[in-house]
């Protein structure tokens, strides 16, 4: 089975205190991903989970899709929010969203997502608001 995450996203390290335990998931952690095909060898499952992308940035998988008309025809319409399901809108600023900005810059193709807050400034103004920032 092919996970197609990108390598930070995998890590999803506690950039602060706020995010760290439950409240950070390392589904597809390396290590996880490591333990998880030891059990399923030991069981006798056979499946191998990897992850190609697990040295990757967002950003170079976007730059090494093999179909570029595609993708910049889709990518506004992707999802990447941590709380999308709570508005049915991305939020721009927990780290999928930060992740995802960057990646459009490292593409170097204009960011045509709907965020909630559209201006990473409008965030900083609010202490309640800016705990992933």
Same mark, same amino acid.
């Given at each position: 089975?092919?996970?197609?995450? &990108?390598?930070?996203?995998?890590? &999803? /390290?506690?950039?602060?205190?706020?995010?760290?335990?439950?409240?950070?998931?390392?589904?597809?952690?390396? @290590?996880?991903?490591?333990?998880?095909?030891?059990?399923?060898?030991?069981?006798?499952?056979?499946?191998?989970?990897?992850? /190609? @992308?697990?040295?990757?940035?967002?950003?170079?998988?976007?730059?090494?899709?093999?179909?570029?008309?595609?993708?910049?025809?889709?990518?506004?319409?992707?999802?990447?929010?941590?709380?999308?399901?709570?508005?049915?809108? !991305?939020?721009?600023?927990?780290?999928?969203?930060?992740?995802?900005?960057?990646?459009?810059?490292?593409? !170097?193709?204009?960011?045509?997502?709907?965020? !909630?807050?559209?201006?990473?400034?409008?965030?900083?103004?609010?202490? &309640?608001?800016?705990?992933?920032?």
């Amino acid at each position: 089975l092919y996970i197609p995450e &990108n390598g930070l996203i995998s890590i &999803n /390290p506690p950039l602060t205190p706020r995010r760290i335990g439950a409240l950070s998931t390392r589904t597809t952690h390396p @290590y996880f991903l490591q333990k998880l095909n030891i059990l399923f060898k030991n069981i006798g499952l056979p499946v191998e989970i990897e992850n /190609p @992308y697990q040295y990757k940035t967002k950003g170079e998988m976007m730059l090494e899709c093999k179909d570029q008309s595609s993708l910049k025809k889709i990518a506004a319409t992707t999802v990447s929010c941590g709380k999308w399901k709570r508005s049915g809108m !991305q939020c721009g600023k927990c780290l999928p969203c930060l992740i995802r900005r960057a990646s459009f810059d490292k593409y !170097q193709y204009k960011d045509l997502t709907q965020y !909630q807050y559209s201006h990473l400034s409008d965030v900083v103004k609010h202490a &309640n608001k800016r705990d992933d920032l």
